[in-house]
């Protein structure tokens, strides 16, 4: 199993940025798919999430309006699309797969990527 993430970056606030993320070895049409941040010294949080069926959407409230979360399942990847970005955006972003099969939950989770959001 492989979640890869990419995107991250320097960026300057109230800029954007898109992480994608892509997955392999498993099925990721049967994944919900969820993006989480952690900041220096903070807990790890979640930004969003989109369920496998239906495309359920919730998003942590500082991000809504913000933030847009999306899937391409004929591509394996989810995305994050951040726009009005401020500097307490600034934390490594996980990308996040939970499977439920076989009356089991297998939850995977990619390497992280930096973001940054600094004048």
């Known amino acids: 199993v492989q979640l890869v993430e990419s995107g991250g970056g320097l960026v300057q606030p109230g800029g954007s940025l898109r992480l994608s993320c892509t997955a392999s070895?498993?099925?990721?049409?049967?994944?919900?798919m969820n993006w989480y941040r952690q900041a220096p010294g903070k807990e790890r949080e979640l930004v969003a999430g989109?369920?496998?069926?239906?495309?359920?959407?919730n998003y942590a409230d500082s991000m809504k309006g913000r933030f847009t979360i999306s899937r391409d399942n004929g591509k394996n990847t989810v995305y994050l699309q951040m726009n009005s970005l401020k500097p307490e955006d600034t934390a490594v972003y996980y990308c996040?797969?939970?499977?439920?099969?076989?009356?089991?939950?297998?939850?995977?989770w990619g390497q992280g990527t930096q973001v940054t959001v600094s004048s």
């Open positions: 996040n797969a939970v499977e439920e099969w076989l009356d089991a939950t297998f939850s995977y």
């Open positions: 070895g498993f099925t990721f049409s049967r994944a919900d």
């Open positions: 989109i369920t496998s069926v239906g495309g359920r959407i």
